[in-house]
């Protein structure tokens, strides 16, 4: 019989230092919030089912943390009692007989996979717990854990730690695996015998201890535990997710020039050989394949790029962008929810919006498709090989065919077949000598106002 896995995430915190209208644990990194980014961790440890314990903000917690595959089950904690009576919230699923119960915190959002799941495999070799803990040269502020032979005898808060217990670099994440056979009991066995009468998830070590069982640690990188309670951290939070994102994809064949000024989402998705150059960023939802070229100071979301083709510099895809083989839009474009066809190029000052641009058209600066009313959005269609001459404006719903050509500086309203030439603007007039006359009398309108 396989396994069973619980874990108990805690999310109930007030946020208060976070200064926000909404929970911590609902910002995000890399455009997904923490408790999403925790979920995921989740996914990768053979967990069966999560108990969320929420507070404010319950129902887009809860939203956040069901974006993946676990099964998630919200637990209100109602009181403000430590993090002991905290993971207590959600005793009616811990008493459910589970083989392991993993705790985890809504705000790490950068703990991977590989601490809790060598923590679930020191309980299954014979611990009662398993804690995950960091070390540091600045210790200051946190529990040290503290050994003897190998094994986990305290816990010790800061506060009540001796000067030589306050040397030791070992320090307590929060994280940690339980017996999920005992978990209930061991829990319940915590007191509040303390100056502020909370419920310390860390006195689990006594517990166990005192009852002849033994408790263990395991290792991990201080970034990957790392908690958030402020603007401040987040930023750092970001930053080392960032950093850690860029690593993988450069890694794995992406050149990026300048790569502290790339910016990813957490599903942004770039093929080998691809190059960024620098500040560029990405929104939710982009995938670019591979030999694709992403110039300077480009913005992209929700996008899709195909092999060779090539985004800026000053470049705007917007959700629904969708760009063809070698295709190209080039600088101060925008595009969105249009399909730019194999080998057609958007080059310069161009906005196409509700639209499909066929193979190998060629989009003129300053071209504009009017997809909007006011009210409701249209669709402008463009051939193959068509020719849209630089400053056109189309006036949506309308169908450029195959080949067919726009004059400079036309405002296109009706069809154009294929293989036509449409001119949409006034015939020029030319006066001989007038814009002398406009020009003289202009000049002595200005000089008068001097007098």
């Known amino acids: 019989m396989a396994e069973r896995i619980l874990a108990v995430v805690l999310a109930a915190g007030e946020s208060t230092r976070m200064k926000s209208a909404k929970s911590k644990v609902l910002h995000t990194i890399g455009n997904l919030p923490m408790i999403s980014h925790v979920m995921l961790a989740l996914e990768k440890t053979g967990v069966e089912k999560v108990a969320l314990v929420v507070g404010r903000d319950a129902a887009p917690v809860v939203q956040a943390a069901s974006s993946g595959t676990l099964a998630v089950q919200p637990f209100e904690q109602k009181e403000r009692l430590g993090t002991g009576h905290a993971v207590l919230a959600a005793r009616d699923e811990i008493e459910k007989g589970y083989d392991q119960l993993l705790i985890a915190y809504g705000d790490a959002p950068l703990i991977g ?142 050149t990026m020039i300048a790569p502290e000024t790339v910016f990813l989402s957490h599903d942004t998705e770039i093929g080998v050989d691809t190059t960024i150059e620098p500040n560029v960023i990405f929104g939710p939802g982009v995938k670019i394949e591979r030999n694709v070229t992403i110039h300077a100071f480009s913005h992209l979301e929700g996008a899709y790029v195909t092999e060779g083709a090539s985004v800026g510099p000053f470049a705007r895809l917007r959700p629904g962008a969708n760009l063809g083989r070698n295709a190209k839009v080039g600088n101060f474009c925008e595009v969105k929810k249009a399909d730019i066809g194999e080998g057609a190029k958007v080059n310069h000052l161009s906005y196409i919006g509700d639209a499909t641009i066929g193979p190998r058209a060629n989009i003129g ?14 669709e402008t269609r463009i051939g193959a090989d068509a020719f849209i001459g630089s400053n056109s404006a189309l006036v949506a719903p309308v169908s450029i065919g195959d080949g067919a050509l726009t004059a400079s500086g036309s405002v296109i309203t009706s069809d154009v077949p294929a293989g036509a030439a449409a001119f949409g603007r006034a015939r020029q007039y030319v006066k001989e000598g007038y814009g002398s006359e406009i020009m003289a009398r202009n000049k002595a309108l200005k000089e008068s106002k001097k007098k």
């Open 113 to 254: 996979g590989a601490p809790l799941i060598e923590a679930v495999e020191k309980v299954r070799a014979g611990h009662d717990v398993a804690v995950i803990g960091f070390r540091t040269p600045k210790p200051t502020g946190y529990g040290r854990l503290l050994e003897k032979d190998g094994e986990l005898i305290a816990i010790r808060e800061e506060k009540d730690a001796t000067a030589e217990e306050r040397r030791v670099e070992f320090c307590n994440s929060g994280l940690m695996a339980i017996d999920g056979r005992k978990a209930a009991a061991l829990l319940s066995k915590i007191t509040n015998n303390n100056v502020k009468g909370e419920y310390y998830l860390t006195d689990i070590i006594e517990v166990v201890r005192a009852e002849g069982g033994k408790a263990a640690t395991v290792e991990a990188s201080v970034e990957s535990v790392a908690g958030c309670n402020n603007r401040a951290e987040l930023a750092e939070l970001e930053a080392i997710w960032q950093r850690n994102r860029r690593h993988e994809l450069m890694l794995a064949g992406v």
């Open 365 to 378: 600066a300053g071209t504009i498709t009017c997809n909007y009313d006011g009210f409701n959005k249209y």
